[in-house]
Structures are given as C-alpha cells and as structure tokens.
C-alpha cells in the first residue's frame, strides 16, 4: 500500500530522455524464457522518464497478457512514435475483458478478473504512466482479447512543453 501511494510523488522533470524502444526490447528478453512474445514494431523513440517505472508498467502489462493467454499463444509488443508521443502497445489474444468490467473494475485495486488475482498491476501500471505525465488506454473484447497502450511525451516534447512553462512564468 506503501507504493501505491508514492505515485503522484514522482515526476518526469526529474527524468533524463529514456528509449522506449530499447525498454520494450528488454522486457521481451525478460518473458521470452516464460512465454512467446515478440516486439513485431520497434521504432526508435526517446522518452522523458525514468527507467524504473516505466519498466515496471510495462512488466505488469505484459505478465497481465501472458496470464490472460493460453500456453504458445504469443503476446505482442509494439513501440511507435506519432512526432508528439511513444506509444507502447502490449496486445493479446487472450480472455478479454467485458465492457463492464474495464470501465468500473478494471483499475480499481484489489479487483480482478483472474482466479486468484490481486487485482494490483493494471491499477498500478496505470499510476505509474500517470506519474509519467502520460496515458493509459485500453480496448478489449471478451474471447478475443486486449490491447493496452501507453502513451508518452518524447522527450523533445516534454521539452518544449517544459520551455514553453517556463515562458510563460516569465510574461506573469
């Protein structure tokens, strides 16, 4: 409960520029030994955050995926950039999630939808993208899966933003 409550307390500003990319393919090399997943699109991209968060967003999205697969069904992985933000996709053709449930259970700690679950890592990796000045969006389908994806400021973007606040602290 501790860490779940130290979210808002971290921010990007104190981040240096990160690549995604790179994240991504250190996460798949992590659960590749546990379960197929593949980085089917990975384009360069540098984001400003921390490693340890969003590593562990990330984690908890992915290891989400692969509970919600069946055995040899692989997750993928998917980092792209749109000139303003990352955007880090983990897609599954596992269980699926109603509608119902994602929109008033699906981020609310200790519910869950898995058999013996905490009900803590999309709750937790949605505070954590937060904390990132970033975004957490979700489509999913019962019997035909999920697509989580985070979206993140480039780190030339936060920077412009962040220029852009200082500027704007010196006209007022």
Partial sequence: LARLS???????EAAGPLRA??????IVEQFKAVHPIELVRSEECEVAVAAE???????????NAVDAS?????????????GMSAHIEVIDSGTGMSP???RTKLFKPFVSSKSGGFGIGAYEAR????????RLDVESREGLGSRFVIRLPLAATAQLLETLGAADKRVA
Avoid: I, W
């Fill in 53 to 63: 968060p969003l590593e562990q967003a990330l984690t908890h999205l992915v290891q």
């Fill in 100 to 102: 119902e449930f994602v």
């Fill in 6 to 12: 130290r979210y808002g307390a971290t921010t990007a």
């Fill in 127 to 134: 505070e954590l993208v937060r904390a990132m000045n970033g």
């Fill in 70 to 82: 069946t055995a040899g069904t692989p997750v993928f992985l998917s980092v792209t950039a749109d």
């Fill in 21 to 26: 990319d790179l994240v991504a393919a250190r």
